[in-house]
């Protein structure tokens, strides 16, 4: 190896001096500290497969998109059948006799697309003012009231479902769960341990809490073959049951360094050279909202 390593990070290119004096800059992430995966799926072949799940598609898409199609999905289906209702309106000639008192139109007061736009808007949202009426000598009319009833309940169920899972998921539940800033390496109880702290602000606590820890290393197997991001479970109490949290107050998770550890052969000189991630794994049920959640966590290799 070089006597000085550089490795570069797209969003943060500060240097800094660890231990040993080597200049080191700031690399690429694979989780970022707030938990957000820091990977772009790109070259996707079959797109299609994503609309074969919109109700999914719509939920994971940000807030201003959802939004739109939120906004657009109401305002197509309006003008859509309020077209329809203007339509029915010119076919039968009730545009040309608004003023005839004796003509019966398929719907009161409706003279123009604008007050089939309305009326469109008052039959699907059930707001009914009682200025715009169907009539009964209009049968087309009945089965387009009909139609637009129960396309109208579908698109308000879809609609607003997805809109009620955007707002009900705790993601920012994860803003009050604290993990320590670094993770140490010490003696405890006689035993080599890597140590980091979680905690969590709120008083409604996260029930059937566990955690869970991965290496993200480099690995060539002895084949030859290479994995750039090879994942490494990381033993913090699944034989023992302490990865199962009570997590009232803040606690201290362990991992012993043995021979079963991947840590095991790594020297300290070599723990600031080596490029890593540990990213661990919070997950339980949000106790306001009876949802189960993960949250994550990374510590990276030299800091």
Same mark, same amino acid.
């Given at each position: 190896?070089?006597?000085?390593?550089?490795?570069?990070?797209?969003?943060?290119?500060?240097?800094? &001096?660890?231990?040993?004096?080597?200049? $080191?800059?700031?690399?690429? $992430?694979?989780?970022?500290?707030?938990?957000?995966? /820091?990977?772009?799926?790109? /070259?996707?072949?079959?797109?299609?497969?994503?609309?074969?799940?919109?109700?999914?598609?719509?939920?994971?898409?940000?807030?201003?998109? %959802?939004?739109?199609?939120?906004?657009?999905?109401?305002?197509?289906?309006?003008?859509?059948?309020?077209?329809?209702?203007?339509?029915?309106?010119?076919?039968?000639?009730?545009?040309?006799?608004?003023?005839?008192?004796?003509?019966?139109?398929?719907?009161?007061?409706?003279?123009?697309?604008? !007050?089939?736009?309305?009326?469109?808007?008052?039959?699907?949202?059930?707001?009914?003012?009682?200025?715009r009426v169907i009539? &009964?000598?209009?049968?087309?009319?009945?089965?387009?009231?009909?139609?637009?009833?129960?396309?109208?309940?579908?698109? %308000?169920?879809?609609?607003?479902?997805?809109?009620?899972?955007?707002?009900?998921?705790?993601? %920012?539940?994860?803003?009050?769960?604290?993990?320590?800033?670094?993770?140490?390496?010490?003696? $405890? &109880? !006689?035993?080599?341990?890597?140590?980091? +702290?979680?905690?969590?602000?709120?008083?409604?606590?996260?029930?059937?809490?566990?955690?869970?820890?991965?290496?993200? +290393?480099?690995?060539?197997?002895?084949?030859?073959?290479?994995?750039?991001?090879?994942?490494?479970?990381? /033993?913090?109490?699944?034989?023992?049951?302490?990865?199962?949290?009570?997590?009232?107050?803040?606690?201290?998770?362990?991992?012993?360094?043995?021979? %079963?550890?991947?840590?095991? &052969?790594i020297s300290q000189?070599?723990?600031?050279?080596?490029?890593?991630?540990?990213?661990?794994?919070?997950?339980?049920?949000?106790?306001?909202?009876?949802?189960?959640?993960?949250? +994550?966590?990374?510590? +990276?290799?030299?800091?």
């Amino acid at each position: 190896s070089t006597s000085k390593e550089t490795i570069y990070d797209t969003k943060n290119s500060n240097t800094s &001096d660890p231990p040993g004096g080597q200049l $080191r800059k700031r690399r690429q $992430r694979y989780v970022e500290k707030d938990g957000k995966c /820091n990977v772009h799926h790109g /070259n996707v072949r079959e797109t299609y497969r994503y609309l074969t799940d919109i109700f999914t598609t719509l939920v994971d898409l940000k807030w201003r998109l %959802n939004l739109l199609v939120f906004t657009l999905v109401y305002t197509t289906t309006w003008v859509f059948f309020g077209f329809i209702w203007w339509l029915i309106a010119y076919i039968r000639g009730d545009l040309d006799h608004t003023d005839d008192n004796e003509w019966t139109p398929c719907v009161n007061n409706l003279n123009g697309f604008v !007050s089939a736009f309305l009326f469109s808007i008052e039959t699907e949202t059930t707001i009914g003012y009682g200025y715009r009426v169907i009539t &009964d000598k209009c049968p087309e009319g009945i089965i387009l009231l009909l139609v637009q009833a129960i396309l109208g309940s579908i698109v %308000n169920a879809f609609m607003v479902g997805c809109m009620f899972v955007k707002i009900s998921q705790p993601k %920012n539940r994860a803003e009050t769960l604290m993990f320590s800033n670094t993770a140490v390496i010490s003696m $405890r &109880d !006689s035993k080599l341990c890597l140590m980091f +702290r979680v905690g969590d602000l709120r008083n409604s606590h996260i029930v059937e809490a566990s955690i869970r820890a991965k290496l993200i +290393r480099s690995k060539q197997t002895k084949e030859g073959e290479f994995i750039p991001l090879n994942q490494t479970d990381i /033993n913090v109490g699944f034989d023992t049951g302490d990865d199962r949290l009570f997590l009232v107050s803040p606690l201290i998770i362990c991992h012993e360094i043995n021979k %079963n550890s991947p840590f095991w &052969d790594i020297s300290q000189e070599q723990l600031v050279r080596e490029e890593f991630e540990i990213v661990v794994i919070l997950e339980g049920m949000v106790e306001a909202t009876g949802e189960s959640r993960s949250w +994550r966590m990374r510590e +990276r290799g030299g800091e």
